[in-house]
């Protein structure tokens, strides 16, 4: 039986944990608080910082994992790059880890790449950032360096907008590196994530593009498959294809793009792990982002992948000023579409906008439809 150390919890963590088990692995459940939903479903449980250099080295040569697989971007990476050099398998790479725990490394490594992206810069002080927001342009994004959801992430379109933006940025960082990214405004027409699957033998193969809508930097909907002409489609494998091939490794990777009204392609980020967006393949596809994950990261041979059908997902969010204990009312109602789906997170508190289900359905107007049934009601 193979040995998962999956470093992060959430949502996402517990659909790949429940596919790990569903192929006989046994998994070790990380994150910094206690049932958290992965944990729920796994053999065992480890509560810490993930940014902890000590306590994770300390747990990986306890543990003495076969495949360590990061959920999440704030994890202490070189502790991944070291048990990489001393014969573990970190997914899908100690390399892509790295270089997508900070925004600036991946994109970075993008642009080295050739591939087109927004204007962008770096500031690590307030002043800085003005400076480099006027050479990019009137209305621009600033996000910390490392983050996530969309946390302290925000537009300016002034000084005084620049200087909230800057405090709003370090009031969301994830870790100690008081950076941020200043990019350029895009003013997109719709943005996808394109999940490509890297296999060991370095074949590349993609899922169908997935659309999304997004609020706070944070994702609402998503529904797969977008309405992508076979131009932009072209272009955004072969970026991501650039991409994952360079990262290495095996495992899916969530590549976002944003497409603009000329029908440009231009590459926004890449987490090298299943997408919040990619929820919808559990609706849409014989084998979901997560079944996979779990096939590929093991060196199973990849599955053939097919849509079964299309589909939309729709978050069912906390309130803004949520917390403490919850219900979530309504999912009866919800189900009275009889083609609908959901999943419950089983989250143990509510936090502000915090994601705590999904509702799956076949399309975007159902998954709309059937979230306004549903309270999510602090008790
Ligand atoms: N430069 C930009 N121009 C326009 N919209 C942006 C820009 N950067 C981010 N966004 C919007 O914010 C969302 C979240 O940003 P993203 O960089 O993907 O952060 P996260 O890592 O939190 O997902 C994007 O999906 C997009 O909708
Ligand atoms: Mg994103």
């Known amino acids: 039986m193979k040995k998962i150390l999956l470093l992060g919890s959430g949502e996402l963590g517990k659909e790949l944990a429940i596919s790990l088990k569903r192929i006989g692995c046994s998994v070790i459940a990380c994150d910094a608080y206690e049932n958290a939903p992965a944990m729920q479903v796994s053999d065992k449980n480890e509560v810490f910082n993930m940014l902890d250099k000590e306590k994770l080295s300390e747990l990986i040569n306890k543990h003495k994992p076969d495949y360590i697989v990061p959920e999440v971007e ?66 621009v994004a600033v996000k910390p360096v ?81 309405n992508c002409s076979q131009d932009v489609i072209r272009k955004a494998q072969d970026a991501a294809k650039k991409m994952v091939l360079d990262l290495g490794g095996s495992g899916i990777f969530g590549v976002e793009f944003f497409i603009d009204k000329k029908g440009e392609v231009i590459f926004s980020e890449l987490s090298p792990r299943p997408h919040d967006t990619g929820m919808v393949t559990m609706f849409t596809q014989n084998f979901s982002q997560f079944d996979i994950h779990a096939r590929v990261l093991l060196g199973m041979p990849l599955p053939e992948i097919k849509l079964n059908q299309p589909g939309a997902s729709h978050v069912i969010l906390a309130e803004e000023n949520a917390s403490g204990n919850y219900v979530i009312d309504g999912i009866e109602e919800a189900l009275k579409d009889k083609n609908v789906d959901y999943r419950i997170f089983g989250k143990p508190f509510l936090k502000s906008y915090r994601r705590m289900g999904v509702i799956l359905a076949p399309s975007l107007e159902q998954a709309k439809k059937a979230v306004k049934k549903i309270f999510v009601k602090a008790i």
């Open 74 to 139: 704030a994890i202490e990476t070189n502790v991944l790059i070291d048990a990489e050099q001393n014969g573990y398998n970190v997914i899908p790479s100690a390399k892509a880890v790295n270089l997508t725990m900070n925004r600036d490394r991946i994109r970075d490594r993008a642009k080295h790449l050739g591939l087109k992206t927004a204007n962008f810069a770096y500031a690590e002080t307030e002043e800085e950032l003005i400076l480099e927001a006027n050479k990019i342009g009137t209305k």
């Open 146 to 226: 490392m983050s996530s959801s969309g946390k302290g992430q925000s537009y300016a379109n002034s000084e005084d907008e620049l200087k909230l933006s800057w405090k709003f940025a370090l009031e969301g960082m994830r870790g100690n590196r008081k950076r941020v990214i200043v990019e350029e405004f895009i003013d997109f027409e719709y943005e996808i994530t394109l999940l490509t699957i890297l296999e060991k033998s370095r074949q590349v193969t993609f899922c169908n593009p997935i659309g999304h809508f997004q609020k706070r930097g944070d994702y609402q909907y998503s529904w797969q498959p977008a």
